[in-house]
């Protein structure tokens, strides 16, 4: 069993920035997930280590150029940078962790590849 545990939810106006963090003690890939009321729960982003010093991510369409994933191996974080934030990016958001077993060949964003799940942090971005 590996705890995950997300912080940095808020309530923002349209255009400002929020940072979510992500705690997990061991991962292959970790990865954000959002979803808003009514509606499936959506891959964001996703990070693994490829080497020393590179890795690996994958955004949806829907926030690439505005998202960034990184991660800070000293503390186990991976954070979810969000800039120019929009209404319709309200929702829960959701850290996963990947154990780097089983079919290899699920895609990066999908859920069914993640075994471990935090309990989520809400993001509501409002005028």
């Known amino acids: 069993q590996v705890h995950v545990v997300e912080s940095g939810g808020g309530l923002v106006q349209p255009g400002e920035s929020l940072r979510l963090s992500c705690t997990a003690l061991?991962?292959?890939?970790i990865a954000w997930f959002r979803q808003a009321p009514g509606n499936e729960r959506e891959g964001v982003a996703c990070?693994?280590?490829?080497?020393?010093?590179?890795?690996?991510?994958h955004y949806a369409d829907s926030v690439r150029g505005r998202f960034t994933i990184s991660r800070d191996n000293a503390t186990n974080t991976v954070y979810l940078q969000m800039n120019s934030l929009k209404p319709e990016d309200t929702a829960v958001y959701y850290c996963?962790?990947?154990?780097?077993?089983?079919?290899?060949?699920?895609?990066?964003?999908?859920?069914?590849?993640?075994?471990?799940w935090g309990q989520g942090t809400q993001v509501t971005v409002s005028s």
């Open positions: 996963a962790v990947h154990m780097g077993y089983g079919p290899p060949n699920i895609p990066p964003l999908s859920a069914l590849r993640y075994d471990y």
């Open positions: 061991a991962y292959y890939a």
């Open positions: 990070i693994r280590s490829v080497r020393i010093g590179h890795d690996s991510t």
